[in-house]
Structures are given as C-alpha cells and as structure tokens.
C-alpha cells in the first residue's frame, strides 16, 4: 500500500509539474508541436506532411507559419494551426471550486473562439493558392475541445462560417489516413500508367526487332536468290566447258568437277513465326 501510494504521489507531482509547464505559451507551443509530429507518425502521413520550419508565407501581416501543412495530390494542401491557448483550461484542473471552474472553462471557450476569430483573419487559403477555403484548427486534447464546446455549443458553426474546421487527434487521424489512402490510390494510378508505357515501348522496341529480323530474312533470301543464279551459271556455261576440258586433259589431272546444287530453302518471314507461336502458345 505504501508503494501504490507513493506511485500516486509521484504521478499527482509530476502532472502538476506537466500542467504548470504547459502554462507557458513557449512550452505549450512545443508540446503542441511535438504531439502533432506523432500524430502524423501514427497515422503514417510524415511523408506528406511540412512543419512550420519549412513553410513560410509573407502578407500584409508579417510572414506567416502554419505549424503544419498536408500535402495532397495535385500540388494542394491543407493548412493546419495549432496554437490553442489553453491557459484557462488548465487553471480550471486546479480548484475545487465548482464555480470558479465554470467560469475558468468559459474563459477557455471565450479563448478558443477569439483564436478561431483570429486565425480566420490570417487568411491562411488566400496566401496558399493550392489550398481549400478552410483551415484546420487542430486542439491536442481532446477534452480541452470538449469543454469548450460544453461551454459554448455554437463553436462548430461559428467555425465553419469562419472558414475553420476543428480536429482532436482522433478526427486528424482520420483526415490523415484519408489523405493517406488517396496518395496510395494516385501511387497505383500512376504505377498502372508506367505499366502502360513500359508495354507501348516494349511494343515499339519489338517492332522495331521484328523489323530488323525481316530485313535480316529478306537479304538472306537474296543471298540464296544470287546465289541460285550464280549456280544456273555455273552448271551451264562453265561446268560443260570445265568437263571437256578434263576429258581433253585427263591424263594431267585426276580431280573430278564437282557438282553445284542450289540452295532450296528460304528464309522463314518473320509473320509466319509470329503466327506460329500464336498457334502453339507456351505453357
């Protein structure tokens, strides 16, 4: 019992040290920032997805940096903030008071809808031409979104007339893995269409051979061709010349001259092999 209650102890401490941490603007940014990278890990997206260090606009404002930015095919994109004040809301956790948290968690709503307000005003879909008339207003804790909805129930809409959709890291999951799934189908589009273009070219580069292969048939068959004539020459004009000439001088020479046949067979055209290996396909 001694050891439970000093874990509980231990564990109380430190989520008080966590809760006063996350008091500071400087340190709840960071945090933030750090549960949206492991978001993005968990739902396999880190790919696809840019942090602030990386993107970068100018307005008439001063530069601005969405702390995230979801690439989607095409060259589009998601702009996501994720600079939820919070203040209230974690002083709320720290009294008994049920009054006083009510009113805490009302200040934590009144926060959430200026920042919503505000972040509308950055015009985030007019500085990223790629990107849709919204922006994703994301709150790592899930309940810290809860009360402030509890609190003011008309935070949704006001939202949307804003141009500004809220995420909990359930609902950004989710938005991340959509993404995701529609990256995965784009990457077998475009595998189909590398198919596509590795069979056209294979289809030309065989043309081309069986070209080469009919050309390389049609000399041969005009080989066999002059040599056919060059035979019916032989037999009939220097052949009978060169046997009288033995007969006349056979005691000078024993060797007898030779017979000459021509060549029957031609060239196989290269449409009959096509043909052929239609007809008796491999197995």
Same mark, same amino acid.
């Given at each position: 019992?001694? /050891?439970?209650?000093?874990?509980?102890?231990?564990?109380?401490?430190?989520?008080?040290?966590?809760?006063?941490?996350?008091?500071?603007?400087?340190?709840?940014?960071?945090? /933030?920032?750090?549960?949206?990278?492991?978001?993005?890990?968990?739902?396999?997206?880190? @790919?696809?997805?840019?942090?602030?260090?990386?993107?970068?606009?100018?307005?008439?404002?001063?530069?601005?940096?969405?702390?995230?930015?979801?690439?989607? !095919? @095409?060259?589009?994109?998601? %702009? =996501?903030?994720?600079?939820?004040?919070?203040?209230?809301?974690?002083?709320?956790?720290?009294?008994?008071?049920?009054? @006083?948290?009510?009113?805490?968690?009302?200040?934590?709503?009144?926060?959430?809808?200026?920042?919503?307000?505000?972040?509308? /005003?950055?015009?985030?879909?007019?500085?990223?031409?790629?990107?849709?008339?919204?922006?994703?207003?994301?709150?790592?804790?899930?309940?810290?979104?809860?009360?402030?909805?509890? *609190?003011? !129930?008309?935070?949704?809409?006001?939202?949307?007339?804003?141009?500004?959709?809220?995420?909990? !890291?359930?609902?950004?999951?989710?938005?991340?893995?959509?993404?995701?799934?529609?990256?995965?189908?784009?990457? =077998?589009?475009?595998?189909?269409?590398?198919?596509?273009?590795? /069979?056209?070219?294979?289809?030309?580069?065989?043309?081309?051979?069986?070209?080469?292969?009919?050309?390389?048939?049609?000399?041969?068959?005009?080989? =066999?061709?002059?040599?056919?004539? *060059?035979? +019916?020459?032989?037999?009939?004009?220097?052949? !009978?010349?060169?046997?009288?000439?033995?007969?006349?001088?056979? +005691?000078?020479?024993?060797?007898?001259?030779?017979? %000459?046949?021509?060549?029957?067979?031609?060239?196989? *055209?290269?449409?009959?092999?096509?043909?052929?290996?239609?007809?008796?396909?491999?197995?």
């Amino acid at each position: 019992m001694q /050891g439970v209650a000093s874990m509980t102890e231990q564990l109380q401490k430190e989520t008080h040290n966590l809760v006063s941490a996350l008091k500071t603007s400087h340190t709840r940014g960071r945090y /933030g920032e750090i549960a949206l990278r492991r978001v993005v890990e968990f739902a396999g997206m880190t @790919e696809h997805c840019d942090f602030e260090e990386q993107v970068s606009v100018a307005s008439v404002e001063g530069t601005l940096r969405p702390d995230m930015i979801i690439r989607l !095919p @095409e060259n589009k994109i998601i %702009v =996501v903030d994720s600079k939820v004040p919070l203040s209230a809301y974690m002083r709320a956790f720290e009294t008994d008071n049920e009054e @006083e948290k009510r009113q805490l968690l009302s200040q934590h709503a009144q926060a959430v809808r200026d920042h919503l307000r505000n972040l509308s /005003g950055k015009s985030y879909w007019s500085q990223f031409s790629e990107s849709p008339d919204y922006v994703v207003l994301y709150m790592q804790i899930e309940s810290s979104f809860g009360a402030a909805l509890a *609190a003011n !129930p008309s935070l949704i809409e006001e939202g949307i007339r804003n141009k500004v959709v809220f995420a909990t !890291p359930t609902t950004l999951i989710t938005l991340l893995r959509t993404v995701g799934f529609v990256w995965q189908q784009v990457r =077998v589009t475009e595998n189909i269409e590398e198919m596509r273009g590795a /069979g056209v070219e294979l289809y030309n580069r065989t043309a081309t051979l069986l070209g080469h292969f009919s050309n390389i048939g049609n000399s041969l068959n005009s080989a =066999v061709k002059n040599y056919n004539q *060059a035979v +019916s020459s032989l037999e009939s004009r220097f052949i !009978p010349q060169a046997k009288k000439l033995q007969a006349l001088s056979g +005691s000078f020479t024993s060797k007898e001259v030779p017979d %000459v046949e021509p060549v029957e067979l031609n060239a196989r *055209a290269v449409a009959e092999m096509m043909i052929e290996n239609n007809n008796n396909p491999v197995t």
